[in-house]
């Protein structure tokens, strides 16, 4: 299946049956991804008195019980909710699915401490004329391991304020990286990047989202893509998601 659409006085097609998954799979009780030490990912079938719920087992059907953390297991979408003491859950608050995204990679900048930084530099470099709703951040070095690795107590690249303003200035709604956080691992419990990001002093960008722990294959170029962000109906700050990015074909 093929669509057609405009986007900025210009016609695009998009071929449906050629998608692009930026989510990264879970595996129950594989070492990652995970990080700030959230227990591993789990499934278990449901046992009640001697049904287990497994065909290996001798009942009909799978039956599981799935324990995970959105934040610290896998690809996962944020809502605002995750820093407010209001319930704003992703669920409530993410009502438009699609959207035109950005694909950019950047190679993070060591600072003075030796933390490996986004800054608005590395951006600065890559940005075009114009800056769709979303922005994609690949870094390097991309490496297959990010699909299993526990970041905890490694402190992974993050984006400094200055980077993050610049966004928000940009107009961009949803930010998507491969990173665990937009903010240091230890931080004091500050978290000044989301705060930046969802503009918490003044308006709060309810309809902004931040995605963490995507994975951009090498092969997948950097540039304009039509993006769809799928979430599961959980009315909680952050579920589980499944960025699907497809690349468009001007139409003359």
Known sequence: MKI??????KSYEVDLSKPIDLSIPLIPESKGPRCFYAPKFSAKPFKSGSFIGSVKEGAPVNFFN??????????????????????????????????????????????????????????????????????????????????????????????SSSALREIVKR??????????SVDREEDEGKLQGHK??????????????????????????????????????FEMDAAPSKPVIYRPKLIK
Not at 4 to 9: A, D, P
Not at 76 to 83: A, C, F, L, M, R
Not at 171 to 180: A, E, I, M, Q, Y
């Open 171 to 180: 107009g961009v709604k949803h930010l998507l990286v491969d990173l665990p």
């Open 66 to 159: 799935l324990k995970l953390n959105p934040h610290g297991n896998g690809t996962h979408t944020e809502s605002v909710g995750h820093i407010t003491k209001e319930q704003e859950s992703i669920n409530a608050t993410l009502k438009k699915y699609h959207c035109m995204a950005q694909l950019m990679s950047v190679c993070p900048m060591e600072n003075k401490a030796g933390d490996r930084v986004i800054t608005k530099k590395n951006l600065e470099s890559e940005w075009g004329r114009s800056t769709p709703e979303a922005l994609i951040i690949r870094t390097y070095p991309n490496e297959e391991e990010k699909k299993n690795k526990d970041y905890s107590g490694t402190n992974p690249a993050y984006f």
């Open 196 to 233: 930046i990001f969802w503009d918490i002093k003044t308006q709060k960008r309810r309809d902004c989202t931040i995605t963490e722990m995507i994975f951009v294959p090498n092969n997948v170029k950097d540039g304009l893509y039509f993006m769809n962000l799928q979430i599961p109906s």
């Open 4 to 9: 057609n659409f405009k986007y900025k006085r």
